[in-house]
């Protein structure tokens, strides 16, 4: 997984031919966050408690994710 997510940042600053970042951070975060959080829930099937144990996070703060990224009501 390290790799891929290297090649693909290497692309990203490829693609930016010269222009400075901004935000980077932030961007990979949002970009990565949601669909981590959409595959967790799938494959714990819908079970926050588990999701938030699978990823060693607060059951709260996992709901409060996903409120934030639409994911749930």
């Not at 290497?10 to 966050?33: Q, R, S």
């Not at 669909?35 to 607060?58: F, H, K, T, Y």
Request: hydrophobic share 40%.
């Amino acid at each position: 997984m390290d790799q891929s997510i290297r090649a693909t940042l290497e692309t990203y600053f490829d693609d930016l031919d010269g222009t400075t970042p901004h935000g980077l951070y932030d961007m990979v975060i949002k970009a990565v966050e949601r669909p981590l959080l959409d595959v967790v829930m799938a494959r714990a099937d819908g079970n926050q408690s588990r999701a938030a144990e699978w990823l060693g996070i607060n059951r709260n703060t996992l709901r409060r994710k996903l409120v934030e990224h639409r994911l749930i009501d």
